[in-house]
C-alpha cells in the first residue's frame, strides 16, 4: 500500500507563476515531512523539510503548508522560474521501529515554460 | 567531501547473473538506504541500516540482499538478475537513526537486465 500519496503526476507552469504540489498520508508516526528535488541524471537532494509542529514554513520562493487534522502538506513554488524544472517529490518519516524509515511519494514532474 | 558515492554508474546484466552495488559515505552517518527508482513509481525503500551490523527490509526487499559491515559502506546483492530489477538504484545516508535529518543521495547505478 502507498504510504504517502502525491498529486499531480505532472505539472506545466509559466514563468512567474505559482506551482502546487500536493501530497496525502496516512500513518499518524509520520513526523517528518521533507521535499525533494532531482534533475534528470542526478540524485534527489532535499528541498525543504517541515515538522508537524508549524502549518507552514517558508525558505526563498519555497513554502511548505501543512495541515495536520487532514493529514496533507503541499509544496508552493512562487515566481516559478525554467530553472525550477525538475521532479519533485515528498515524502514522510516517523522515528523509530516500523516508521523509522523515509517512505516517497510518486513523483510530479514540473516543467516551467520561460 | 565525496559525500555518497555509487559504482558503477551503468551495468547490463544478463538473467540469472549476481552482482554487487556499491555504496559508500564519508560523513560518518549512521543511517544508510538503498531505493529504487522506476517511472510513476517513485523512489522505493529496499533496505535501510540503522547502523554498523543492523539491517532491515524496506517496501521492496524481495531479490536483493544488503549487509553492514562498516559505517562507511552498504553494498546491495542481486543474487539472480531478473528482467523486473531493471531500474535505477540510489543509495542515501543521513546522519542519525532516530533523528530526522537530512538525507544525502548519490547519483544512482543504472541498471539494465536482459
Same mark, same amino acid.
Given at each position: 500500500?502507498?504510504?504517502?500519496?502525491?498529486?499531480?503526476?505532472?505539472?506545466?507552469?509559466?514563468?512567474?507563476?505559482?506551482?502546487?504540489?500536493?501530497?496525502?498520508?496516512?500513518?499518524?508516526?509520520?513526523?517528518?515531512?521533507?521535499?525533494?528535488?532531482?534533475?534528470?541524471?542526478?540524485?534527489?537532494?532535499?528541498?525543504?523539510?517541515?515538522?508537524?509542529?508549524?502549518?507552514?514554513?517558508?525558505?526563498?520562493?519555497?513554502?511548505?503548508?501543512?495541515?495536520?487534522?487532514?493529514?496533507?502538506?503541499?509544496?508552493?513554488?512562487?515566481?516559478?522560474?525554467?530553472?525550477?524544472?525538475?521532479?519533485?517529490?515528498?515524502?514522510?518519516?516517523?522515528?523509530?521501529?516500523?516508521?523509522?524509515?523515509?517512505?516517497?511519494?510518486?513523483?510530479?514532474?514540473?516543467?516551467?515554460?520561460? | 567531501?565525496?559525500?555518497?558515492?555509487?559504482?558503477?554508474?551503468?551495468?547490463?546484466?544478463?538473467?540469472?547473473?549476481?552482482?554487487?552495488?556499491?555504496?559508500?559515505? &564519508?560523513?560518518?552517518?549512521?543511517?544508510?538506504?538503498?531505493?529504487?527508482? &522506476?517511472?510513476?513509481?517513485?523512489?522505493?525503500?529496499?533496505?535501510?541500516?540503522?547502523?554498523?551490523?543492523?539491517?532491515?527490509?524496506?517496501?521492496?526487499? !524481495?531479490?536483493?540482499?544488503?549487509?553492514?559491515?562498516?559505517?562507511? &559502506?552498504?553494498?546491495?546483492?542481486?543474487?539472480?538478475?531478473?528482467?523486473?530489477?531493471?531500474?535505477?538504484?540510489?543509495?542515501?545516508?543521513?546522519?542519525?537513526? !532516530?533523528?530526522?535529518?537530512?538525507?544525502?543521495?548519490?547519483?544512482?547505478?543504472?541498471?539494465?537486465?536482459?
Amino acid at each position: 500500500q502507498q504510504q504517502v500519496k502525491q498529486s499531480p503526476q505532472s505539472l506545466i507552469v509559466q514563468k512567474g507563476g505559482i506551482s502546487i504540489i500536493n501530497c496525502a498520508y496516512e500513518n499518524t508516526a509520520f513526523d517528518y515531512f521533507p521535499w525533494y528535488q532531482q534533475f534528470p541524471g542526478k540524485g534527489p537532494a532535499l528541498l525543504i523539510a517541515i515538522r508537524p509542529d508549524v502549518s507552514e514554513k517558508k525558505e526563498g520562493r519555497f513554502t511548505i503548508s501543512f495541515n495536520k487534522s487532514a493529514k496533507q502538506f503541499s509544496l508552493h513554488i512562487m515566481d516559478s522560474q525554467p530553472g525550477d524544472s525538475a521532479t519533485y517529490f515528498c515524502a514522510a518519516k516517523g522515528r523509530g521501529g516500523a516508521t523509522n524509515k523515509l517512505i516517497f511519494g510518486t513523483g510530479t514532474l514540473l516543467a516551467v515554460q520561460p | 567531501n565525496a559525500g555518497v558515492t555509487q559504482t558503477p554508474k551503468f551495468q547490463v546484466l544478463k538473467t540469472g547473473q549476481s552482482m554487487t552495488l556499491q555504496c559508500a559515505q &564519508d560523513m560518518n552517518h549512521e543511517y544508510m538506504s538503498w531505493y529504487r527508482q &522506476d517511472p510513476g513509481m517513485g523512489l522505493r525503500l529496499i533496505h535501510y541500516s540503522v547502523g554498523a551490523g543492523i539491517t532491515d527490509q524496506g517496501e521492496v526487499p !524481495n531479490g536483493y540482499n544488503v549487509s553492514r559491515s562498516t559505517t562507511e &559502506d552498504f553494498p546491495l546483492r542481486l543474487l539472480s538478475a531478473a528482467p523486473s530489477q531493471t531500474s535505477v538504484y540510489f543509495c542515501a545516508s543521513s546522519l542519525d537513526r !532516530n533523528m530526522n535529518t537530512e538525507a544525502f543521495f548519490g547519483q544512482g547505478t543504472r541498471l539494465t537486465v536482459v
